[in-house]
């Protein structure tokens, strides 16, 4: 019998290891950070879709604000002859319920229940504004958006919200604030600076989303 165990230990070993990284394969894929990723991904190909000649997009750039110190990862940033977008992603599942006014958001699932509040993407997006336009130093408007990909926004009160569909329906009418092509190119090899040797890892900008949480 114990034989019969040592012919089979190599096989019991592989076997193991590969239940293990099967394992581990489905938790990252199930993961807030994956879902966030293919959402991304999904959003930079709409809005790809939705460029004009002379249109710049710079997707997942990392700025650290010269004053405050504190770091933004910004989802999309499209430099536009209809003018300067910051966009937001989120990918998340339920009924999300918030407003402009709101400081935080709730997300309410098919049981019933609710899910831990979250900051207004909003307003994270509104912090991103103010962290790229102080790194590029522009005065040109910014239009705040955010993205959610799975459209579940019928409880949102904002104007800055947008279904996939949405989105690319608004990008098609924008153009009250033309960003001048000189300041265009400007602001994108600056982004694709900082997108190519990012200021501070991906770690750092954890810790400063954990920091900023708790003020």
Same mark, same amino acid.
């Given at each position: 019998?114990?034989? *019969? $165990?040592?012919?089979?230990?190599?096989?019991l070993?592989?076997?193991?290891? =590969?239940? $293990?990284?099967?394992?581990?394969?489905?938790r990252?894929?199930?993961s807030?950070?994956?879902?966030?990723?293919?959402g +991304?991904?999904?959003?930079d190909?709409? $809005?790809? &879709?939705?460029?004009?000649?002379g249109?710049? #997009?710079?997707?997942?750039?990392?700025?650290?604000?010269?004053?405050?110190?504190?770091?933004?990862? !910004?989802?999309h940033?499209?430099?536009?002859?209809?003018?300067?977008f =910051? *966009? +937001?992603?989120?990918?998340?599942?339920?009924?999300? !319920?918030? &407003?402009d006014?709101?400081g +935080?958001?709730?997300?309410?699932?098919e049981?019933?229940?609710y899910?831990?509040?979250?900051?207004?993407?909003?307003?994270?997006?509104?912090?991103?504004?103010?962290t790229?336009?102080? %790194?590029?130093?522009?005065?040109?408007?910014?239009?705040? #958006?955010?993205?959610? %990909?799975?459209?579940?926004?019928g409880?949102?009160?904002? +104007?800055? %919200?947008?279904?996939?569909?949405?989105?690319? *329906?608004?990008?098609?009418r924008?153009?009250?604030?033309?960003?001048?092509a000189?300041?265009?190119?400007? *602001?994108?090899? !600056?982004? #694709?600076?900082?997108?190519?040797h990012?200021? %501070? &890892?991906?770690?750092?900008?954890?810790?400063?989303?954990?920091?900023?949480?708790?003020?």
């Amino acid at each position: 019998m114990l034989d *019969i $165990l040592l012919d089979m230990l190599p096989f019991l070993l592989t076997a193991a290891a =590969v239940l $293990l990284a099967l394992y581990v394969l489905v938790r990252y894929l199930t993961s807030a950070r994956a879902r966030g990723r293919r959402g +991304e991904k999904k959003v930079d190909r709409l $809005l790809r &879709s939705c460029m004009r000649e002379g249109d710049r #997009l710079v997707s997942d750039v990392m700025l650290v604000h010269p004053q405050s110190g504190m770091s933004a990862q !910004i989802d999309h940033v499209l430099l536009s002859t209809r003018g300067l977008f =910051v *966009i +937001e992603t989120k990918n998340l599942t339920g009924d999300i !319920i918030g &407003s402009d006014g709101d400081g +935080e958001w709730a997300r309410r699932f098919e049981n019933g229940r609710y899910g831990k509040p979250f900051l207004s993407p909003v307003r994270q997006n509104m912090t991103h504004i103010r962290t790229l336009k102080a %790194v590029t130093q522009t005065g040109a408007w910014a239009e705040n #958006l955010v993205v959610f %990909v799975q459209g579940n926004i019928g409880h949102i009160k904002s +104007e800055h %919200v947008f279904s996939l569909r949405g989105l690319k *329906i608004y990008l098609g009418r924008a153009g009250a604030h033309p960003l001048p092509a000189a300041e265009r190119d400007r *602001i994108y090899e !600056i982004l #694709l600076g900082y997108k190519e040797h990012p200021p %501070v &890892s991906r770690a750092r900008h954890r810790r400063d989303v954990r920091k900023s949480k708790r003020r």
